[in-house]
């Protein structure tokens, strides 16, 4: 007698939700992955095409794309084909972030089936550094099968389609999920997710109760090249679970192991359950293939033999995101953002000490009293018939005569004519007479000379660091003219000026 009615139906999907801990309700209850079921079914950070599924903010740790498929026989041996099917696919990019999408199955013979699809963005660093945020529409479409006879109320079998079902057998709805991933120091990540957090609503006759509550998932993660653990506490509506994973990896990380254990407490109106999941699973490594088996086994509900999941997935296309430890990796960030830091800041007060160095007068010597040649008291003579020759200079006269000239037209001369005028008058006249003030003006201008080259030194070491730092070629260039501007006409050496416009060039 065909009694494939709707209150089979309905005995189905009951069993899905309160005898099977993996779903909790008609939808998004069940974890994917053969890896990740075998860690717990409910991990907050994820390393691969499976974070489109779980937290969606790890999606911005994939390094290449990859493609995944698998399938799940459910509760294998009751008589009914209750399945599960999985496809997922992800595209990491260098500065946009990470793109993926995902599309479950789950049915139940010909009376139930579910679909989920969903589209994933995450990206790092638009708040914190170390903290990746990720997003997750997805659309949930529901369909129950119209059986060919059901059970009247008086319990005799009668053939149709049940009156439930006759105005609508199908529901669409739309959900959102968040997520957040942190990276701490030495390869630990702590995760966040919030499933469904519009809570929505999947009932076929739009009973506002009928929700898929929001779940929310908080964990922490290391991994490293051995091993790795995960732990995980997740709230959904009354129900408090917690899970556990180890994995060990083997042969060069060509085999990987993991097991955990799964514990929900499930609290309903008149008491409590505690439901215990041992998982433990397989993964194979080669060729950008990833091949693992997961066997899950609730210790409470039905007699069966578990659930048993093969996954399959393949990488392929372009790193575009190197692997690195993240304890190093994250040192290196830290320290590279205080350097530019620093390197900003040290640039800006380069420029600064530049700048109030060009604008800087150099220092001038105090300026020599001309000297006063006292003439001879010479008494009148008579209008001489014939001109008297002319009387010659004494050499000191005539120092101080031609000294008396320097200083006249000194200003006018660049400091470098000026040193080499007056250390001619000293060697003219050093053997002759008094040279002590043309020495004085040469001592101080060869002390001004060499303030002139210190300061000439301090703005090339600037202008190096400038150029180290990555200064702009324009600024380098205005910069190199007020440096040569400044101290050309004092003798000083300014190839180097001179080279290094012509490299700007």
Known sequence: MKH??????????????????????????????????????????S?????????????EFVTQQQIAAEYT?????????????????????????????????????????????????????????RLSLGIRPKIYYLSYGKPESVYESNGLVKDGTDSALEKSSSKLSFGIDLGFVYQLAQN??????????????????????????TKIVLGITNINP????????????????????????????????YSSVKLTIRNYSNKTVSLVEPSAGVEYVFDGFNVSYAFN????????????????????????????????????????EKQLKQKDEEIEQLKKKIDELLKKPLPMEEKPKKSEVK??????????TIPEEKKKLTPKQQYEDMFNRYL??????????RIKTVETIIKQFKDKTDVSSAQKELNSLLKQQKAANDELQMSKNYYYKLKSAGTPASELKALLGRIKKKYEGYGLDLKWVDEELQKLK
């Open 4 to 45: 494939l009615g709707f209150v089979k139906n309905l005995t189905i999907i009951y069993i899905f939700t309160l005898i099977t801990p993996l779903v909790f309700c008609t939808t998004t209850g069940l974890p994917v992955g053969a890896k990740y079921i075998a860690l717990g079914g409910q991990v907050s950070v």
């Open 47 to 59: 390393d691969d095409v499976y974070s489109v599924y779980y937290n969606p903010a790890s999606a």
């Open 73 to 129: 026989g459910m509760m294998l041996g009751i008589t009914d084909n209750i399945g599960r099917a999985f496809l997922g696919y992800i595209l990491p990019t260098k500065k946009v972030g990470s793109f993926g999408f995902y599309w479950t199955n789950l049915s139940a013979a010909n009376l139930y089936s579910e679909n989920t699809f969903a589209f994933v963005y995450s990206k790092q660093k638009i708040i914190l550094p």
């Open 188 to 213: 630990y990540a702590l995760g966040l997710q919030i499933k469904d957090i519009n809570q929505p609503n999947i009932s076929l006759f739009d009973n506002p109760d009928v929700v898929v509550p």
């Open 226 to 257: 051995k091993y790795g653990l995960n732990l995980d506490f997740g709230v959904k509506s009354s129900d408090i679970l917690t899970s556990f994973g180890i994995q060990y990896k083997m042969f060069k990380d060509k085999l990987r192991l």
């Open 297 to 336: 086994f609730p210790l409470s509900g039905i007699d069966t033999f578990g659930n048993h999941t093969i996954s399959v997935s393949y990488k392929f296309g372009p790193v575009v995101k190197l692997p690195e430890d993240t304890s190093v990796l994250y040192a290196k960030i830290d320290s590279l």
């Open 375 to 384: 003439p001879e008291k010479v008494a009148p003579k008579p209008t001489p």
């Open 408 to 417: 006249d037209r000194k200003e006018t001369l660049p400091l470098v004519e």
